[in-house]
């Protein structure tokens, strides 16, 4: 790659700080949807390193995850360098996790370029992954400015953030780039259907690409007062070690994702168009269209079906037996059973506070 | 009771030898459906014998069983001398295994007056059952022949047999009796309509008396085959002692149910009307019907519910979290999870079929 030719290294910071309630009864507090095996059998997150591997060194492969988990992430990743996996003390949304990860490396590799990417993407191709992540680090590292990996939209989804691209400066490897003009936050329908029917709108798909000093410098312009914040961090760091330092100044941070409170607002931004398969499996459905290339739905565990359609039934432990259900979504694990229908999916999160005010904290 | 101012005895056949898939998957092979606790925590077992108990004495409570759960019918009914659990190797319908208990009856207390009732049934008001059962006895005793219960239809129900009855011939007690002049199979939905309009129809309840001698003469008169196998298996008791003789003689008994192979044929059977609120709980649904008086649905065990409706929500172990859900059907138990259409509840033994096809013995 032209910009380690010089040296300069690269970094990727995996984003696994993620809790969700999505997975609910499969993903607990101490399993969150990261942690579960949707990638053939392995965790989205070991599956996540990996297909990385091969571009970023692991020594160079950090990963930020909450307390909570810091344990069960160790587990799952014994390749990587305890150092290599950072805490949260609470989750401050995207911004304060690249934030602290970009004033880390501002002082033991300024130069460096950093690759951001979610530990809970489903991508099967992981060389076209890779490709697409050294064109986004290269652009980065020539043009400057922040980069974003854009998915070129094959249907209305209404689940995704937006680009609005612009027409295309160049190319790199296989990728076409192009300025982001702007950012759109989850369209309605109509507007999605717009989107896609214009040609020039793009998916945002929480990849990104920058050198150290380029989100440095995009955080304290845009949002001072994290900027701040991190700069109390690093200082008490110094003063008092780095667990201290999160305890105390960690929560205090701006809550605020990295999109809305730097992207939206940096220029320039550039997309470099991708267009391998991927998914943010937002849920039990989404996992099955991910699974199912048929409407007949998916089965995933220890499940046994006479006459369903279109339901998405998932066993970690009893057997579900079903018979004659349409469209709906069973998830049973051992101490839990989930039964909602399929268009009621995203409601999970109600069920889940349920159980939180009721006090059932052993389910959650 | 007229009849036992003179020392005739009163015993009680409770015929608990159901297997019973259409409960799967809370029972199993090692506990059917009278082995439930469907009675306000009871087993529908143990309440059928505690209910009788008042009018039978306890030592006159003869349990027929099948050998797989015997031990676990002892163990619901500590009171019972062992003696009086009676276990058959294989099932063989209700004629033989009323035969079985009469023939043994005519060898100790030929002069007895017998009641039968099912093991499984649900009968909130003892008081009333047992009023019913000792003017049938008292029926059987006075008249002769046999007397079953028979219930005034409130719907037209599909899933029972019917009583076609005539005019009153008497009472006794709060109960009026009528000579039944037909036994009707489950009728269609049409028929059920035309029996509830012509008001001479009554259901079937499964529960009957009858003196030793006349039902011993109607198995003769009626199922001559049955009668010679039951005098072999007499014979060979004597031989070779009970559990031998059973081993040899029980399963080659002839397979029929006492109400089509002795009650549809014998003269005169007597009706008892009864009017005490009653059920055969013959699935989910109707055990749902009983425990609700809503169409709302119903929940047992740890169920947590969000907008569901006319659903049945069972759980024997891991909590269940319904969201949005119409008219389903979700039994979990530790192991197994079964979820169904309330319309298809009826179903639920194909899947049993298929689990035993595939193999999954330790489910069933």
Redesign the interface.
């Known amino acids: 790659m032209t910009f380690s030719s010089d040296g300069t290294p690269l970094f990727a910071l995996v984003m696994a700080g993620g809790a969700g309630t999505r997975f609910w009864?499969l993903s607990r507090r101490s399993r969150p949807k990261q942690l579960l095996p949707f990638a053939q059998g392995r965790s989205l997150l070991a599956a996540t390193v990996e297909r990385l591997t091969p571009l970023v060194a692991l020594e160079r492969t950090l990963v930020v995850t909450s307390l909570d988990v810091a344990e069960a992430v160790r587990a799952e990743l014994p390749q990587l360098l305890a150092d290599n996996i950072l805490a949260e003390p609470e989750g401050r949304d995207t911004a304060a996790c690249v934030g602290w990860v970009a004033w880390r490396l501002a002082r033991t590799a300024p130069g460096a370029v950093m690759l951001v990417v979610p530990a809970d993407h489903l991508i099967p191709d992981g060389a076209a992954l890779r490709s697409a992540l050294a064109t986004a680090a290269a652009t980065a590292f020539a043009r400057g400015g922040l980069v974003t990996l854009a998915l070129r939209p094959t249907c209305p989804e209404t689940g995704f953030g937006y680009l609005e691209v612009g027409e295309p400066v160049g190319a790199a490897g296989a990728h076409e780039i192009r300025a982001v003009k702007r950012f759109v936050e989850k369209p309605s329908r109509a507007a999605a259907e717009g989107f896609l029917a214009a040609g020039n709108f793009r998916w945002n798909s929480g990849m990104f690409a920058w050198t150290v000093s380029a989100i440095v410098d995009a955080i304290r312009t845009h949002l001072p007062d994290l900027a701040a914040g991190l700069d109390e961090l690093m200082a008490a760091t110094d003063a008092v070690g780095e667990s201290e330092a999160l305890r105390r100044h960690y929560p205090g941070l701006r809550k605020v994702s990295v999109d809305f409170g730097v992207m939206e607002k940096a220029a320039p931004v550039w997309a470099v168009e991708v267009d391998f398969a991927w998914s943010d499996i937002g849920s039990w459905v989404g996992l099955a269209e991910v699974l199912s290339e048929s409407e007949c739905g998916v089965s995933i565990g220890d499940v046994?079906t006479?006459d369903c359609e279109g339901s998405v039934?998932v066993?970690d432990?009893?057997?579900?037996?079903?018979?004659?259900?349409r469209d709906?979504v069973?998830v049973?694990?051992?101490?839990?059973?989930?039964?909602?229908?399929r268009?009621?999916v995203q409601?999970?999160k109600?069920?889940v506070e349920?159980?939180r005010a009721?006090g059932?904290s052993e389910?959650l």
């Open positions: 009864p046994v006479l039934l066993s432990g009893p057997l579900v037996a079903a018979l004659g259900v709906l069973v049973a694990t051992r101490d839990a059973v989930l039964v909602v229908p268009d009621d409601r999970v109600e069920l349920r159980l009721e059932r389910l």
